[in-house]
């Protein structure tokens, strides 16, 4: 089969003259790509193909399933800010669950955990406790097509201050992007009145903007000092290690999230809240507990991006997931869908494309 493209290419090449030079052209590179494509293919087990389509799998599928989760649980009666970020975060056994047969099986040893390494998890795990109560509030008073907008964001703020933490370069086409999602932001909160349901006040509407921006904000931040820690304790990036970051990150996340509950006594309204929820103490536990699942299996299938691609695909999925989550919203959950929040997706795909972009001519990004 390849013998006879490339007889078609060396045949393409004799006859490209004039007008339909171009044509062969285009030909000739759908015939580069194929190749380059088959060759990356061949250079990895057929493991590597099946763990990257399990990860994108996550990233497109579970991480959208747990925004539209997270608005399913405040429109149906839930009311608790603190429960939904709880949730989030009370899957961190899964990759536990992952990570302690590697150590097995595997042959590979846990990282001596340093007394500032361990401070560093701390600090980090209260970051995305704080970080998850914002994007809860987000939740809601916004459509979940509107925060999933907005939450696309972080990935200017990640670029920032990947800038200033650990000196990652600036190119035209990032600073481009940042500039061009600033104002696929700006076009929204201008369009406010048209998808704001109509329980949610005028004043509860800004906030769940303003925290949604915050998070984003936070997320980026997170993001940059995660990246810090590896480069300052770490100095190595395999899976493993990623996957006890994020294990012990998360389980900090937890105990800080779980104390917050406790002293705001949102345990104890579980009870009377899973009766009120539309559809039964049933649908209030399905929620959640698929809000515990989705979420975890997201930040997983992320991981193993970063891990057996790049952060450019891991862009590229992340810039995928935004129009993604919301289209599933405005069909799930009859999200208001204006021509102006239209605008916004295309401009926010825009600005992803010129992050990719930036990425992929070889600065040294998050």
């Given at each position: 089969?390849?013998?006879?493209?490339?007889?078609?290419?060396?045949?393409?090449e004799q006859e490209s003259t004039g007008s339909g030079s171009s044509k062969i052209s285009s030909l000739q590179w759908v015939f580069k790509v194929k190749n380059m494509a088959w060759e990356a293919y061949?250079?990895?087990?057929?493991?590597?193909?099946?763990?990257?389509?399990?990860?994108?799998?996550?990233?497109?599928?579970?991480?959208?399933?747990?925004?539209?989760?997270?608005?399913?649980?405040?429109?149906?009666?839930?009311?608790?800010?603190?429960?939904?970020?709880?949730?989030?975060?009370?899957?961190?056994?899964?990759?536990?669950?992952?990570?302690?047969?590697?150590?097995?099986?595997?042959?590979?040893?846990?990282?001596?955990?340093?007394?500032?390494?361990?401070?560093?998890?701390?600090?980090?795990?209260?970051?995305?406790?704080?970080?998850?109560?914002?994007?809860?509030?987000?939740?809601?008073?916004?459509?979940?097509?509107?925060?999933?907008?907005?939450?696309?964001?972080?990935?200017?703020?990640?670029?920032?201050?990947?800038?200033?933490?650990?000196?990652?370069?600036l190119n035209a086409s990032v600073i481009n992007a940042i500039v061009i999602i600033t104002a696929a932001m700006t076009i929204i909160a201008l369009d406010s009145d048209s998808d704001r349901y109509p329980?949610?006040?005028?004043?509860?509407?800004?906030?769940?903007?303003?925290?949604?921006?915050?998070?984003?904000?936070?997320?980026?931040?997170?993001?940059?000092?995660?990246?810090?820690?590896?480069?300052?304790?770490?100095?190595?990036?395999?899976?493993?290690?990623?996957?006890?970051?994020?294990?012990?990150?998360?389980?900090?996340?937890?105990?800080?999230?779980?104390?917050?509950?406790?002293?705001?006594?949102?345990?104890?309204?579980?009870?009377?809240?899973?009766?009120?929820?539309?559809?039964?103490?049933?649908?209030?536990?399905?929620?959640?507990?698929?809000?515990?699942?989705?979420?975890?299996?997201?930040?997983?299938?992320?991981?193993?991006?970063?891990?057996?691609?790049?952060?450019?695909?891991?862009?590229?999925?992340?810039?995928?997931?935004?129009?993604?989550?919301?289209?599933?919203?405005?069909?799930?959950?009859?999200?208001?869908?204006?021509?102006?929040?239209?605008?916004?997706?295309?401009?926010?795909?825009?600005?992803?494309?010129s992050y990719i972009y930036g990425t992929s001519t070889g600065s040294k990004l998050p």
């Amino acid at each position: 089969m390849q013998e006879l493209l490339l007889e078609e290419e060396e045949k393409m090449e004799q006859e490209s003259t004039g007008s339909g030079s171009s044509k062969i052209s285009s030909l000739q590179w759908v015939f580069k790509v194929k190749n380059m494509a088959w060759e990356a293919y061949k250079s990895k087990p057929f493991s590597h193909w099946v763990l990257l389509f399990l990860s994108s799998l996550g990233m497109l599928v579970a991480f959208p399933a747990s925004s539209l989760l997270s608005r399913v649980y405040f429109a149906n009666g839930g009311t608790s800010k603190w429960i939904i970020s709880w949730v989030a975060v009370a899957g961190w056994p899964i990759p536990a669950l992952i990570l302690f047969p590697m150590y097995l099986f595997h042959r590979t040893s846990p990282t001596p955990l340093s007394l500032q390494l361990f401070c560093s998890y701390v600090f980090l795990g209260f970051l995305s406790a704080a970080d998850n109560l914002m994007y809860a509030y987000a939740y809601a008073y916004l459509p979940a097509s509107t925060a999933a907008l907005l939450a696309s964001s972080s990935l200017a703020f990640s670029a920032l201050f990947g800038f200033w933490i650990v000196n990652n370069k600036l190119n035209a086409s990032v600073i481009n992007a940042i500039v061009i999602i600033t104002a696929a932001m700006t076009i929204i909160a201008l369009d406010s009145d048209s998808d704001r349901y109509p329980y949610v006040s005028n004043s509860q509407y800004i906030w769940g903007f303003v925290w949604d921006i915050l998070g984003s904000a936070l997320h980026g931040l997170i993001f940059a000092l995660s990246e810090w820690v590896f480069i300052k304790f770490l100095g190595r990036r395999s899976f493993h290690v990623v996957l006890e970051q994020q294990v012990m990150v998360s389980s900090c996340a937890f105990l800080f999230t779980t104390i917050g509950v406790i002293i705001n006594k949102d345990f104890q309204g579980m009870t009377s809240e899973a009766k009120t929820f539309k559809g039964g103490v049933t649908a209030y536990n399905l929620v959640l507990i698929w809000s515990v699942i989705t979420f975890q299996l997201g930040v997983l299938g992320a991981t193993g991006i970063l891990f057996l691609a790049s952060t450019v695909m891991a862009g590229v999925l992340n810039a995928v997931r935004v129009p993604v989550t919301s289209i599933a919203a405005v069909i799930l959950l009859n999200d208001p869908m204006s021509g102006f929040k239209i605008l916004s997706l295309v401009i926010t795909f825009w600005g992803f494309a010129s992050y990719i972009y930036g990425t992929s001519t070889g600065s040294k990004l998050p």
